[in-house]
């Protein structure tokens, strides 16, 4: 009995981790086309102010308004979150 209570335990966990591994494949996010790499590209060179080679809170908030749409366009722009 003992050993029935074990296999089950254990081929639940390896279900369950078997599960999230794959929910985990499907949050990867798609690989940049060579447009919006030309496009982050300027756009950092732009506007990185501390030249580290991101765009942090305040630079993009000193974007223009034409190149936020820019960005946003070729869906370079950061997810909004949702409210809980």
Known sequence: MKKLL????????LAVAAQAQEKK???????????????????TEKYDTNKHGKLDKEERAKMSA???AKM???GLT??????E
């Open 6 to 13: 074990f296999i089950l335990s254990l081929t639940c966990v």
């Open 25 to 43: 494949a499907e949050a990867k996010k798609p690989a940049m086309t060579e447009e919006q790499k030309t496009l982050r590209k300027a756009m």
């Open 66 to 68: 034409e190149d936020k």
């Open 72 to 74: 946003e366009k070729a």
């Open 78 to 83: 950061r997810a909004k979150k949702k409210a």
